[in-house]
Structure formats: structure tokens, C-alpha cells
């Protein structure tokens, strides 16, 4: 009854009519009449309703799918998609819509296309970075605490192991971290622990966003226990310590959360996300912006601490050095070319 049917008459065109009161329509025909389309059934053509499109609701195209009136009454009328059934409506005043012209009009379909791509990848690049900067010193500091215990848990049950340096190289470390931290960012919140991985994944040191540093074995062992190895040491938590300030963990989080939330909404299933957060953030990367304000956070804290940048540039040689081989320290594995950070380094205290 609700087909694509072609008029039944010169001047009208099928449609099927519901009352309101009943689930069974009535075939019927719609006829122009001046600003108005007049809603005729059974032999005689007897109107039964008017159409008036300033005061009933005409619905858009959906794909081939009949068009709905809805009339004033709580009646209403099915329209079949057909040129005939179109001319009718516009008689009465019915103009499309400016989306249903633009899907009729192919270049200007896929030049908006193009523009919401280029606009996604701008407010990506540009947009939403700095909201997500604003909102990450908006969350109060227990909040992201408490998410570091989380994760925490979840890195100690993947992929974690307990510390193997003995309690004495540890406070050792943890005592002079805490002196040269308190000289140049003592409002800075943060704490220490010692872990283990295995395979180079284990030469690193990495903040959370609570403010929980974590250094592994493998990083202390490489560099050694000296004087040089200690300094080199220092400047990995004063970078450490500059992702914490920065608060770069949770800005990175938030921003891979909004993405993928985005991708929910384009292609739904949501289910797990939250529950993922912790093994989500414990493999995240930082931008190339954020390695340079920890960099340059570093330099400033060994400054703080009556030391150049060399520990720093030293690290760099030492992990470029390391990086010739198969597989690269897990301190390299998300960071950029060691060779670039030093060249920058050395750069900047030259000027």
C-alpha cells in the first residue's frame, strides 16, 4: 500500500492515509488545491483531510523509503518517493532540505568530506591538545593517584618483577633524587619505586600520572655505580620528573581516551574501555613536545644542582651507542632519536 506507485489520476497522486486510531490505512489520493493538497478517498474522490504543509510536519527523504506527513489532527499520510508524488508536494510549498540537495550534488558531497577530514586532523593536531592540557591540571591530584595504583597493578601483574638492588643502592638513589628534586621543583609531587623487566625492555625509568616514577634494574646496572653513571642517572629522573610536572602521562591518556571514545561514536562498542585504561596507558608514547619540556625540564634540574648538561648528552651517546644493535633500550622505544635530542641540547646551552 505504501509503494512506489505512479498516479491514479491526472491531477493526484497514491498514497495510503492513516487515521490515527487504527494500524490499517486507507489508500487514498493526494490532490493539488492552490497551497494546499487535498487528501481524497474511495470512488467519488470524497476529501477526507488537507494538507497544509505551513501547519502539518513533512518529513525528509530517508533513502527510497515513503515520506511521512504528520497532520494537525494526529493523522497521517504515507507518500511514495516517485517524481509525480514530488511535483504534488512542491505545489504546496514543499522545498528539500539543504543536506537532501547536497547529497544530489556529488562534488559538494565529498569537497564537505574532505573538509571534515582536514578538520578532524587539525582539531587532533591542534585543538585537541591544548583542551586536553587545560582539563589534565583540572583533576585533583588523589584522582590521579589512585589511577596509578591501578596501573600499577595491572604492569605488576603483565609484565613487572620485583626490584633486584639491594635496599642500600636503592635509598642511595632515592636520597640524592629527592635533595636534587626539592632544590629545583619542590612543589612537585611524586614517589619512587624500583621494578624489573626483562630484555632491554628493562633499561628505562618512566612516570605515571600520579607522579609515581618507576626505574627499572636494567637502566641502574647499565649505567653503573659512579660518579658519571650516578649523574647520568640523575638527569633519566629529572626528565622523569619533567613528565610529572608537565603532567604528560595524563594529557597523553586523555587524548588517546577521546580518540578512541570518538571511534566509538563512528563505529560503537564501547564495552571494555574503562576497564582498559591501565594497560592502555602503560603502553603509550609521549609527543615529540612533551620529550622536549622533559629535556629541557632536565637540563634546568641538573642546573639546579650545580651540574651541566653533559650527564644528560653523555645518556644520549651512551643509548645511541646501545641503539646499534638488534634491539634498542626500552628507554629508546618510545622517545625520539637520542642523536636529535643531543644535538638540540647542545644546541640551546650554546646560545
Known amino acids: 500500500m505504501s509503494g512506489a506507485a505512479e498516479p491514479i489520476t491526472p491531477m493526484g497522486v497514491a498514497a495510503t492515509y492513516f487515521d490515527g486510531r487504527n494500524a490499517a490505512g486507507t489508500a487514498v489520493q493526494l490532490v493539488p488545491a492552490g ?8 470512488a467519488e474522490g470524497a476529501v477526507i483531510a488537507e494538507i497544509e504543509l505551513d501547519r502539518d510536519q513533512l518529513f525528509e527523504r530517508f533513502g527510497f523509503a515513503p515520506r511521512q506527513i504528520v ?9 511514495p518517493i516517485t517524481v509525480a508524488a514530488e511535483a504534488v508536494l512542491a505545489s504546496a510549498g514543499a522545498q528539500p532540505a539543504p543536506v537532501a540537495r547536497w547529497q544530489q550534488r556529488w562534488p559538494l558531497v565529498l569537497a564537505m568530506l574532505a573538509g571534515l577530514l582536514v578538520a578532524g586532523v587539525l582539531g587532533y593536531l591542534h585543538a585537541l591538545p591544548r583542551v586536553v592540557h587545560w582539563l589534565a591540571f583540572q583533576v585533583p591530584q588523589p584522582y590521579v593517584e589512585r589511577l596509578d595504583l591501578q596501573v600499577m ?13 639491594s635496599a642500600e643502592r636503592q635509598a642511595q638513589i632515592a636520597e640524592r633524587f629527592a635533595a636534587a628534586a626539592a632544590r629545583h621543583a619542590p612543589d612537585v609531587r611524586y614517589s619512587m619505586v624500583f621494578r624489573s623487566m626483562s630484555g632491554a625492555a628493562g633499561i628505562n625509568a618512566f612516570a605515571l600520572p600520579g607522579g609515581t616514577i618507576v626505574v627499572l634494574d636494567g637502566l641502574v646496572e647499565l649505567l653503573g655505580d659512579n660518579a658519571v653513571g650516578n649523574d647520568r642517572l640523575l638527569a633519566v629522573l629529572g626528565h622523569e620528573l619533567g613528565h610529572v610536572a608537565g603532567r604528560h602521562s595524563l594529557r597523553r591518556l586523555m587524548q588517546t581516551t577521546a580518540v578512541a571514545l570518538g571511534a566509538t561514536v563512528l563505529w560503537g562498542d564501547a564495552a571494555g574501555l574503562a576497564a ?4 592502555l596507558l602503560s603502553g603509550l608514547s609521549f609527543s615529540r613536545d612533551m620529550e622536549r619540556e622533559a629535556d629541557d625540564f632536565s637540563v634546568g634540574f641538573l ?5 651541566s648538561e653533559a650527564p644528560l648528552v653523555g645518556l644520549f651517546k651512551e643509548f645511541e651507542r646501545l641503539n646499534r644493535g638488534k634491539e634498542p633500550p626500552g628507554f629508546l622505544s618510545t622517545h625520539p632519536s637520542p642523536k636529535e635530542r643531543q644535538r638540540r641540547i ?3 646551552s650554546a646560545e
Not at 497551497?35 to 474511495?42: L, P
Not at 497532520?71 to 507518500?79: K, N, P, T, Y
Not at 642546573?303 to 651540574?307: Q, T, V
Open 35 to 42: 497551497q494546499r493538497i487535498e487528501v481524497r478517498a474511495g
Open 71 to 79: 497532520l494537525a489532527s494526529g493523522a497521517s499520510v504515507e507518500v
Open 153 to 165: 597493578a595491572a604492569l605488576e601483574r603483565e609484565r613487572l618483577q620485583p626490584s633486584r638492588l
Open 276 to 279: 582498559n585504561i591501565p594497560v
Open 303 to 307: 642546573h639546579s644542582n650545580g651540574l
Open 346 to 348: 647542545e644546541a640551546r
